[in-house]
């Protein structure tokens, strides 16, 4: 990890729960002059930040914040930018490329269709991302093994995605009978989107096909259910919720999600 000024690390805390946030997560936040976040994540980390200058948001101020956070890099300051999970699945690390690469294509330094990394380098501005476990691994181990064979990530937020796109992909991943991780699955101004999207996946999959349900996974608050896809919908789903849905071999054992990988095909066990 470099130690040079003018630098940003976009960093993941994973779920929520100390112990999961890794060394280098660690090491970015305690190396950083500014840390830049969304109050909630933020919370989750007050005693890694209380002697730092701290610079907090509500929702959907994102692109404030990664400005911010930009705007202070190229002062000279080292910024890291908070989020949970990962930062490269649903979060800040794209929009913080985006605004870098708008930001030089505006300027003219460089051609549109130039790689903007080289250039942020060479104007002494760095950007590092540095990982963190994401909600889809936590949920997961909370379940059991239900990611074991091929999945696919879908958010049922349409702020930015135009819910005609939504449902494509989910036709797509439920008649090629993917396992489905549901990201933003339910809010109090898309509180129905949950419902089209168990409609969808019925069309593809048994009524009694197993679902999981994590809140807060690896927090103090955490509920896990297994129910399903009859069935998902009386249970509690909210936005800090996940929700994956099995395929046509997952089964349930021990109160435990698990989809076959082919083992016992090949192995006979």
Request: hydrophobic content about 40%; charged content about 25%; some cysteine.
């Amino acid at each position: 990890m470099s130690d040079s000024k003018s630098k940003i690390y976009v960093v993941g805390i994973g779920p929520g729960s100390p112990d999961h946030i890794t060394p280098a997560a660690k090491n970015a936040i305690e190396t950083s002059d500014i840390i830049v976040g969304y109050k909630t994540y933020l919370d989750l980390i007050q005693d890694m930040i209380r002697d730092k200058e701290v610079m907090s948001s509500g929702m959907r101020q994102e692109v404030d914040r990664c400005a911010k956070a930009v705007e202070l890099a190229q002062d000279g300051k080292t910024v890291a930018v908070i989020c949970s999970g990962d930062p490269g699945i649903y979060a800040m690390a794209g929009l913080v490329f985006e605004l870098l690469s708008a930001e030089e294509r505006k300027s003219g330094s460089v051609e549109a269709k130039t790689s903007q990394l080289p250039n942020l380098r060479a104007s002494g501005l760095s950007v590092e991302v540095i990982p963190g476990i994401p909600a889809l691994s936590a949920c997961a181990s909370r379940l059991g093994a239900p990611l074991m064979h091929d999945f696919a990530a879908i958010s049922l937020s349409d702020l930015l995605t135009p819910w005609e796109l939504i449902e494509k992909r989910l036709e797509a991943a439920a008649s090629a009978d993917f396992v489905i991780v549901i990201y933003n699955p339910k809010s109090k101004g898309r509180p129905h989107n949950i419902k089209k999207a168990r409609d969808i996946v019925l069309k593809h999959r048994s009524p009694v096909t197993p679902v999981g349900i994590v809140k807060g996974a690896t927090r103090e608050n955490e509920t896990v259910t297994i129910t399903d896809l009859q069935h998902m919908l009386d249970k509690e789903i909210d936005m800090q919720s996940t929700v994956i849905i099995g395929n046509s071999n997952t089964f349930t054992w021990q109160e435990r999600m698990v989809t076959p990988r082919g083992y016992e095909k090949k192995y006979k066990i």
